[in-house]
């Protein structure tokens, strides 16, 4: 994901904004990293370039 | 078949079983998106045009973002990126989130990717100016998520943003029943495997009374190709 989603994305339970940590990144592509919510602080995985925003309990448990 | 075709783009599709009782999946984003995943790499090959619909709402409309909420494999955003400056899809489906890239890459049109459930969206409010909300709808389940997902579609429209939604209709004429209702329509793969996806076909009141019940403002319905179609805008 391009660094600049980060000015829509937001959390999707309580939607307030969220934190980016990368962990790798290709050219101007967030390959791998996290987003964690500011005020609940869950976080969402960013996996092969795709953040995964779905609610906490609609998501694959499995971790990367 | 043809682009005009809504949502019976009908490759793929085999005839509905109309019973209550045969759901595949309770329709939250989870299995809708596990559904698809199945059926990603044949169900995209098959979604080739945006519809016809699609594109007489985006004609002479400008915005500095756009929505594709439920993006599949992209074809609507592809179209969105003609009337966007930036262009965001999200799905509940992985693997079609996989086609909707490889889609960009191969055409060149830019569109930001998000993993997500159309109940509960991940966008601030008012992040968008345009938006296509189209054959998504119907997949999610009990019908509180449907209105919340088009509550959840208001609250990410910019005050004069506007929105095109559709639904599959009772009007459609495969369908006989003339009041909305809960049904597994089988997707067949090419190995002639079937996979249940579960849909809310809609009755034209019924679609109505919806996003009415939403925070919606509704400018105009209509039923065109066997699909319930709204333009709405923010609340």
Redesign the interface.
């Known amino acids: ?2 660094e600049s ?1 980060m ?7 309580d ?1 307030h904004d969220l934190e980016l940590a990368v962990d790798e990144e290709e050219a101007d592509e967030i390959v791998s990293g996290t987003l964690t919510c500011t005020e609940c602080g869950e976080t ?1 995985p960013i996996e092969d ?7 906490p309990d ?3 448990e499995v971790e990367a | 078949m043809t682009a005009s075709d809504g949502d019976d783009d009908t490759e793929g599709d085999t005839p509905a079983g109309e019973a209550a009782d045969a759901h595949p999946t309770t329709g939250d984003a989870r299995t809708v998106g596990d559904t698809y995943d199945r059926i990603a790499g044949h169900f995209a090959k098959t979604r080739e045009y945006a519809w016809p619909e699609v594109e007489s709402f985006l004609e002479g409309r400008r915005g500095a973002r756009a929505l594709d909420l439920g993006c599949g494999n992209g074809r609507h955003a592809e179209r969105l990126a003609e009337h966007a400056d930036r262009v965001v899809g999200l799905d509940a489906s992985r693997g079609l989130l996989a086609e909707a890239r490889a889609r960009a890459a191969e055409r060149g049109f830019a569109v930001d990717l998000v993993h997500g459930d159309a109940a509960g969206l991940p966008f601030a409010d008012d992040a968008f100016d345009l938006a296509v909300y189209v054959a998504t709808l119907h997949h999610l389940a009990p019908r509180e998520r449907r209105v919340a997902s088009l509550d959840e579609l208001a609250r990410v429209l910019a005050p004069e943003g506007r929105a095109v939604v559709s639904a599959w209709s009772t009007a459609h004429d495969r369908f006989e029943k003339n009041e909305g209702f809960d049904t597994s329509v089988d997707w067949t793969l090419p190995g002639g495997e079937t996979v249940g996806r579960f849909y809310h076909i809609y009755d034209p009141a019924e679609f109505e009374a919806d996003l009415t019940a939403s925070a919606l403002r509704v400018e105009e319905t209509f039923v065109s190709s066997g699909n319930c179609y709204a333009v709405v805008g923010g609340p």
């Open positions: 994901m391009k989603l000015d829509i994305i937001v959390c999707p339970v939607k969402y370039g795709i953040p995964n925003l779905l609610p609609m998501r694959d």
